[in-house]
């Protein structure tokens, strides 16, 4: 079992940044890989970045290289560093923990979420 606790979250105005932290907790050696996702309002949750126990990354094509995903392993908390913030970026952003177990099943673990709104 893995917990995550997500933090960080708040308002910001348009052009503003964020750091998100995600602490994990439990069995975090069983973890392949961590992530964030965000949820808005009315929409499918989609996935923002990922993050390898090696430390390589990826992002979605949507982020326009204004986030930033990066891991303290030593204290078992990976971030999510967020600039140039839009009003469309205001969502519910969910840490996630991902055990591989086959390449076609995982086991996943969620945070709680952390609100970001980016409003004037």
């Known amino acids: 079992q893995v917990h995550l606790v997500e933090s960080g979250g708040g308002l910001v105005q348009p052009g503003g940044s964020l750091k998100l932290s995600c602490a994990a907790s439990?069995?975090?050696?069983?973890?392949?890989?961590m992530a964030w996702y965000r949820q808005a309002p009315g929409k499918e949750r989609e996935l923002v970045a990922t993050i390898t126990t090696g430390g390589n990354t990826n992002y979605a094509d949507s982020m326009e290289g204004r986030f930033t995903i990066s891991r303290d392993n030593a204290k078992n908390t990976v971030y999510l560093e967020m600039n140039s913030l839009k009003p469309e970026d205001t969502a519910v952003y969910y840490c996630?923990?991902?055990?591989?177990?086959?390449?076609?099943?995982?086991?996943?673990?969620w945070g709680q979420g952390t609100q970001v709104t980016v409003s004037s």
């Open positions: 996630n923990a991902r055990r591989v177990i086959t390449p076609f099943a995982s086991v996943n673990y």
């Open positions: 439990g069995s975090t050696s069983s973890i392949n890989i």
